[in-house]
């Protein structure tokens, strides 16, 4: 793991074929040579990283949620979840973290079994419920979305086959409901198979019918907008921008350069034929990279989730250098001491600007959670004011003690 302060060098693996002379024997033709070595800096982008932070308390907000919602009945007693604390990465009591995140639960009192006493137990509030109503509303409207997604996931792989456990574990970071495998996925039949045995780790989302519509990126899209718009032929490319203050050797100018020259390779485009240390394999790696972090609903994705996905995707054992290698691309956060693949076009600043529209989800959640915020304030301050209050007559009642009585 990278520190924050330190440099991150490394160097490029991509090689070329040595060109054909009379005095080189025709065998040598398949010689592979490197390119250069080229270091390049990691710098902290404070902005990027600030992104990362700004939805830092919504998670840890979340993730309580789901753990109460995840049980039978989404009840639970207050020790039990008290207990797992750990595991959600809660620094808090759960007493606390109630009574900091208002709205969110109802506490009573039940026995956990019979003849036992009395413990506090949660419950979802009211407030709650709603916007988990609201929650399966959106999902509904945006059902047809969550579908491409899923088939674009299923079209990169090179076997148009993904794991059952993979896809569940990456579902938060795509949008996907949590019964997405149970009632959606037999809903598309068009679309996807399920094979193996769930729950086993031997389970398979299958591709059964390729769509054209959804076998184009995000980037062949912009470029055929941009056509549309200029009645100019706009070649697909990737957008560089280098935060202010970055800069690169001459080198990795020249190398960056002559790369963006080369066709774009569509990720959903079959390069089994192409050579993995190749500079058109390269192309289409940074092509998939981008187009998983734009299906995200954040534009950005932790590396070791990525990781998980090495094989179906093709990526090298190395394949997190090209975040940095790519500065102009992707930024590669290691805010909370994870690695987190961000991408740069997505964000003015700290701010996400390339709205995916399952992120109205999360829009309804905040809002609930700063209602919340906004009572427990406002108890706060007439609490402060009725003390004052009592403080300043106590001190009027003092001073009429204390004063001396006047002689007659």
């Known amino acids: ?202 389970s398979f989302l299958e591709l059964v019918s390729w769509n054209n519509e959804f076998a184009k990126s995000v980037i062949e899209r912009r470029a055929e907008e941009e056509s549309r718009l200029t009645g100019i032929r706009v070649r697909p490319n990737f957008n560089v921008k280098l935060p202010v203050g970055f800069f690169l050797r001459k080198e990795m100018r020249e190398w960056i350069r002559d790369w963006m020259e080369l066709d774009y390779v569509s990720p959903y485009e079959d390069v089994s034929h192409l050579d993995q240390a190749s500079r058109e394999m390269e192309k289409r790696t940074v092509g998939v990279f981008h187009e998983l972090l734009s299906l995200s609903l954040h534009k950005r994705v932790p590396v070791p989730i990525l990781g998980k996905f090495s094989d179906e995707y093709r990526f090298s054992n190395a394949f997190s250098s090209a975040f940095t290698r790519h500065s102009g691309i992707f930024y590669l956060s290691l805010k909370g001491g994870i690695e987190t693949a961000m991408l740069r076009e997505a964000y003015k600043d700290d701010a996400l600007i390339d709205w995916d529209p399952l992120l109205e989800i999360k829009d309804k959640f905040v809002a609930l959670l700063e209602e919340g915020w906004r009572e427990r304030a406002e108890r706060l301050r007439f609490h402060r004011e009725e003390v004052k209050k009592h403080r300043e007559m106590m001190a009027v009642k003092s001073g009429e003690y204390d004063r001396p009585a006047c002689d007659e």
């Not at 039990?80 to 759960?94: D, P």
């Not at 949008?175 to 495998?181: A, C, E, H, Q, T």
């Open 1 to 202: 793991m990278l520190s924050k302060a330190q440099t991150v060098s490394f160097y490029l693996n991509h090689t070329i074929k040595s060109a054909p002379t009379s005095h080189t024997n025709p065998f040598m033709d398949l010689q592979i040579k490197p390119i250069s070595s080229l270091k390049v800096v990691w710098r902290k982008d404070r902005k990027l990283d600030g992104a990362i932070e700004n939805d830092k308390r919504y998670k840890l907000c979340y993730r309580v949620v789901k753990e109460v919602l995840n049980e039978p009945g989404q009840v639970i007693p207050l020790r039990y979840l008290e207990k797992r604390r750990e595991r959600m990465r809660l620094k808090v009591r759960i007493q606390s973290f109630l009574t900091g995140n208002p709205g969110l639960f109802d506490s009573y009192y039940d026995r956990i079994k019979p003849r036992t006493n009395l413990v506090p137990f949660l419950r979802v509030s009211d407030r709650l419920k709603e916007f988990l109503e609201e929650e399966r509303r959106i999902y509904a409207e945006h059902e047809p979305w969550i579908v491409s997604k899923l088939c674009k996931l299923l079209m990169m792989s090179k076997d148009k086959v993904l794991s059952v456990d993979k896809l569940v574990h990456v579902k938060r970071e795509f949008g996907f409901p949590n019964d997405f495998l149970v009632n959606l996925v037999p809903k598309y039949p068009q679309y996807f198979r399920l094979s193996g045995c769930p729950g086993e780790g031997k």
